[in-house]
């Protein structure tokens, strides 16, 4: 399927990954609708947009209250689902919170998808954080779903949501179990938004970094325009056979040679190693790397960008236009607040 033309929904579509993929269906011609109410203390910035702005239809609605924006899930082709919170660090801190951002809403946006464009193909963006501690590498779909944190089981309950209602054919649905993605438009500003944006923020910002633990732990970072391209893959595929595909990185790395890439990248900065803070260390999971097979085998997809490459283009992005990313007058993005401070406050707003 080409999706020139084509009417598609992109709920979450001011955040880091929903953004580049809009940006990549207005090339191709999409229809593009976002929908996404810049939810506080998530990654979403009218700037990441800003160049495609008069070719997309932006509605700032959370998707609780799909009903008010029926027309568009009604007249939508496809529907890109990545509306969502990412920090599991917020969702110990605040877990009502994540439940109402992951799944409340997930489940009352579904059911006006079902209500108005049954059997619709929806492409949800799950995570790898469903399946808790590997207890092998790398690790494929068959895995035992043992989450560890608030935000792994909240983002497994949408997940089967999906999965459910696929399966009574009410909708098409695919999901996509990401790892940790990368890249331009991440947002940077955002405490416990994961390492990488961490990494980012301390060497655009000069700082050195710091490693938790002895920095062995493997993790396979995948770049954001490989990830979008599970996603247009995912989306104009005919009939599945698979609905639950891993989506990874082609390079598993220890968090010691993550960090002295970014580190090189930036022209050399310290790189340290500390004991992990209490409340990481209570859900960290250990190394983790994506065994890709099945999405190769279904969609024919393969992630291409190595890492030193991917961070060498994602610095370049954010050198020429960091004042959007790290601005210290607006507080959405304001790099100089230590973690957690100021951001308890943004927190509380409640989703629906
Ligand atoms: N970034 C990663 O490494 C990663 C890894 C695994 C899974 N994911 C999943 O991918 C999706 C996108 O992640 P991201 O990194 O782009 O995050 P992000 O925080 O940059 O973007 C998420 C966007 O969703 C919006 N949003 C949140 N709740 C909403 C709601 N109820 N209604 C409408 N919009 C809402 C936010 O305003 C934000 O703009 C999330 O669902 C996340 O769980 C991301």
Not at 46 to 64: C, F, G, P, Y
Not at 166 to 187: C, K
Not at 331 to 351: F, I, M, N, T, W
Request: charged share 20%.
């Amino acid at each position: 399927m080409s999706y020139r033309n084509t009417p598609v929904l992109v709920t979450g579509g001011l955040g880091f990954i929903g953004s580049n993929l809009a940006l990549r269906l207005v090339e191709q011609g999409a229809q593009v609708t976002v929908v996404d109410p810049l939810v506080p203390g998530c990654g979403g910035n009218l700037h990441n947009i800003a160049t495609v702005r008069e070719q997309v239809e932006v509605i700032k609605r959370d998707i609780s209250a799909a009903g008010h924006f029926a027309s568009a899930i009604r007249r939508a082709r496809v529907i890109f689902n990545l509306a969502g919170e990412v920090s599991h660090i917020h969702s110990m801190e605040f877990p009502e919170r994540d439940l109402l951002i992951n799944t409340v809403a997930q489940l009352r946006f579904l059911q006006v998808c079902v209500r108005h464009n049954p059997g619709v193909r929806v492409v949800y963006a799950g995570t790898r954080q469903v399946y808790g501690k590997p207890e092998y590498l790398p690790m494929d779909e068959n895995h035992p779903v043992r989450p560890v944190d608030f935000n792994g089981v909240h983002k497994y309950a949408a997940n089967m949501y999906h999965l459910m209602l696929s399966r009574s054919g009410q909708l098409d649905a695919v999901v996509l179990r990401l790892t940790n993605v990368y890249g331009p438009r991440m947002s940077l500003a955002i405490p416990c938004q994961g390492f990488l944006s961490t990494f980012l923020r301390c060497i655009l910002t000069g700082q050195g970094l710091e490693v938790f633990g002895d920095g062995k732990q493997l993790r396979d970072p995948v770049f954001v325009d490989d990830a979008v391209e599970a996603f247009l893959l995912a989306g104009a595929a005919p009939a599945l056979q698979e609905r639950t595909l891993n989506v990874g990185g082609p390079e598993a790395l220890s968090l010691l040679e993550i960090a002295q890439t970014c580190a090189r990248a930036a022209g050399g900065l310290s790189v340290e190693t500390r004991p992990f803070p209490e409340e990481r260390a209570a859900i960290d999971i250990g190394s983790y790397a994506t065994d890709c097979s099945l999405i190769r085998k279904t969609l024919g997809w393969k992630p291409q960008a190595r890492f030193a490459d991917g961070i060498e283009s994602t610095l370049a992005f954010y050198r020429a236009r960091l004042r959007h990313y790290l601005d210290p007058e607006n507080p959405q993005a304001d790099c100089s607040l230590p973690e957690h401070k100021g951001v308890q406050r943004r927190l509380k707003y409640a989703a629906v």
